[in-house]
């Protein structure tokens, strides 16, 4: 009799706590300590010194998110897919809620912008308009016409329908486009790593296309002469090409979508100033990738400085020796133990808090990959919080639920105050 009641009041109390800490939070999961302007969607606001997010309701939100949440039959060791995707993603979002996520990144089933989470998709506006380019060395021409038809078209299919979407955190153009030639990568051969500068890729375009033109054009206008290029002339161009992207993008979007944030595209650990001043009119938040061990803070007050816009790791992530994985493939050095990837997400997200241009972090991935390797590029990394098998790494989840449930009170502690 006595051990029931010591259990009632166990259960009793871990209820009270859920329900305190769900109180925190409004509907969308924004912070309730912190308001800010209600606008009915999610938008970026400078609060006393500091970059937020803010729901739909007003309430400040860190973007706490998860990539690729979903299945894929990428190997014999990866399993089945679910025979009914919504009951496995509504499962699925309780799961992610209890670790103290908000937010469904990159890559996730479509099913999961249905299950009370913010969620940003990436709409691959570039990579619609030349699928083979990046394989080839190649890029899109941004100044065709075809370009901007292509956007259209991606931007009524994709955006239209969610346009009073208040779930709908923002839009990602596309993911790690090739900006420039002289990248260092994990990689020997990355897809974004152009084989040479934009304006030599662009004056090697047919002569009669438009970026050909334009290319000729900012030769004639400031008196260059082709083999006595500086990095000057060849970053002036650059900021031309990405400026021309972005702005397509911008505008396509929104005509069928004037609501949502724009995200721009992710970048691939690296994002050079001329591309950044170029996007920065037509971007809501700058994107970037990063898989350092710890977040290069320096870099990423760079991309506000140059942009005045906040800054979003859209994929980082710790991979560890003692899952059994190889590890051999896929962006990061490998650590020892579970715990050492505990340890690194618990500084690595601490960090993020502490920059006041840091509005979110989503971790790349929901799922460990094959052992076998992933189809198309071999990775057979331990990127998951759940094993192949849909087994968790506890120490790593247990380790997110709480350090999440800390971030927005860190995060507002790092603003400057007046």
């Known amino acids: 009799m006595q051990r029931s009641l010591v259990l009632c009041i166990a259960i009793a109390l871990t209820a009270s706590l859920v329900l305190a800490e769900s109180a925190a939070y409004d509907q969308y999961g924004g912070w309730k300590k912190l308001r800010g302007k209600k606008t009915g969607y999610f938008h970026t606001q400078q609060i006393r010194g500091r970059w937020w997010l803010v729901t739909p309701d007003g309430y400040v939100f860190f973007s706490k998110g998860v990539c690729h949440v979903a299945f894929s039959r990428e190997a014999s060791s990866s399993p089945a897919e679910p025979s009914d995707r919504a009951a496995w993603s509504k499962a699925t979002a309780q799961q992610l809620k209890g670790w103290n996520f908000n937010t469904v990144g990159n890559w996730s089933y479509p099913e999961m912008f249905k299950t009370g989470l913010a969620y940003a998709p990436a709409i691959n506006i570039a990579g619609t308009a030349a699928r083979d380019a990046r394989a080839e060395g190649l890029i899109p021409d941004y100044f065709s016409p075809e370009f901007r038809e292509t956007a259209d078209r991606v931007a009524k299919q994709m955006c239209a329908a969610r346009a009073r979407d208040p779930w709908l955190l923002g839009y990602f153009t596309d993911n790690e486009l ?203 990394s331990n990127y998951g919080l759940v094993k192949i098998d849909g087994a968790l790494w506890e120490v790593l989840t247990t380790r997110m639920t709480q350090v999440n449930s800390e971030i927005e009170s860190l995060a507002a502690k790092a603003a400057k105050r007046p």
């Open 178 to 380: 090739a900006w420039t030639h002289n990248e260092i990568a994990w990689s020997p051969n990355p897809p974004w790593n152009l084989p040479e500068s934009l304006l030599g890729l662009y004056l090697k375009m047919p002569e009669q296309s438009a970026g050909r033109r334009k290319a000729n054009q900012y030769m004639k206008t400031r008196g260059l002469i082709e083999g006595t290029l500086t990095e000057d002339d060849k970053n002036g161009f650059a900021e031309v090409v990405a400026t021309e992207y972005a702005r397509v993008c911008r505008d396509a979007i929104r005509r069928y979508d004037p609501n949502h944030m724009i995200l721009g595209c992710r970048f691939a650990g690296h994002a050079p100033e001329p591309i950044l001043r170029g996007i920065a009119p037509y971007v809501d938040v700058v994107s970037f990738n990063n898989y350092h061990p710890r977040p290069p803070l320096w870099k990423l007050q760079q991309l506000t400085d140059v942009t005045g816009k906040p800054i979003m790791i859209t994929e980082f992530s710790f991979k560890a020796m003692d899952s059994g994985l190889p590890n051999t493939l896929g962006a990061a050095a490998p650590v020892a133990t579970q715990q050492d990837r505990a340890d690194g997400f618990d500084q690595y997200v601490r960090d993020l808090a502490a920059l006041p241009s840091c509005v979110g972090y989503h971790w790349f991935e929901y799922r460990d990959e094959p052992k076998e390797g992933r189809g198309g590029d071999g990775e057979n």
